[in-house]
């Protein structure tokens, strides 16, 4: 399986919306060749990073492919919907979504070698980055999310290279199920069990499934979703 890496963009922090408060979501496109480490791409930047970055949160992509789906919900969204990095993603493609990637699937991007981390938890930033009071929530909601990768091997990357699947260790878990576990059958035990032991997916995830399982619970969403 290969997919072509459409745009690559990087994002410097700067006040967001009517908060003002700093994000890097707003990236913008890189014309040539930039290198990616194991944090992630030359010259991107994050705000909080408590919860953006990092070697688990490394690269973010997101499917360009929903954006006819986005603009059905949300007829009034501005022009950014349809735009290479209007979800503040590192990596934006045609061709693939979270029904096909796979938890722990490993991908040949340029000299990079990556692997599926986990898929995106969103918060309210897209609610100030699309001027739409409830847009994390319906991001979640609907399972567009897009996904991240950590860095197995650091190398060069630019827009119009080949993403070539490597490896897939994890063929039963496509991020949309993962998706529809942690969000809409939100206690199913064995399912939580499942994701609990799955090595390839980032810990913070597999710890939150047990959690679910250890208090038969679902965690407050509200803080990250509203802010």
């Known amino acids: 399986m290969v997919?072509?890496?459409?745009?690559?963009?990087?994002?410097?922090?700067?006040p967001l919306g009517r908060k003002g408060a700093p994000s890097a979501i707003a990236k913008m496109p890189v014309l040539g060749r930039i290198a990616i480490g194991k944090t992630g791409l030359e010259g991107d930047e994050?705000?909080?990073?408590?919860?953006?970055?990092?070697?688990?949160?490394?690269?973010?992509?997101?499917?360009?492919?929903?954006a006819e789906a986005w603009r059905a919900d949300l007829p009034s969204l501005p022009d950014l919907i349809g735009q290479a990095g209007a979800f503040g993603e590192n990596f934006s493609s045609l061709g693939i979504t979270e029904a096909e990637i796979h938890v722990g699937d490993v991908w040949r991007a340029g000299s990079?070698?990556?692997?599926?981390?986990?898929?995106?938890?969103?918060?309210?930033?897209?609610?100030?980055?699309?001027?739409?009071?409830?847009?994390?929530?319906?991001?979640?909601?609907?399972?567009?999310?897009?996904?991240?990768?950590?860095?197995?091997?650091?190398?060069?990357?630019?827009?119009?290279?080949?993403?070539t699947l490597v490896d897939r260790p994890c063929p039963d878990w496509p991020l949309a199920r993962l998706l529809h576990v942690f969000y809409v059958d939100r206690l199913d035990r064995v399912a939580l069990a499942g994701i609990a032991a799955l090595e390839p997916l980032s810990q913070s995830w597999r710890q939150l499934a047990a959690r679910r399982l250890e208090r038969e619970a679902v965690e407050d969403w509200a803080p990250r979703l509203e802010g």
């Open 46 to 66: 994050q705000a909080d990073r408590r919860f953006h970055g990092g070697p688990e949160k490394a690269v973010h992509h997101y499917a360009l492919d929903h």
């Open 112 to 163: 990079a070698l990556l692997q599926v981390s986990q898929a995106r938890q969103p918060c309210w930033k897209l609610n100030e980055r699309f001027g739409v009071p409830d847009m994390a929530r319906r991001v979640q909601t609907s399972g567009r999310t897009g996904w991240y990768y950590r860095v197995l091997e650091p190398g060069m990357v630019e827009p119009g290279d080949g993403l």
């Open 3 to 14: 997919v072509e890496i459409s745009s690559v963009q990087v994002g410097r922090v700067a």
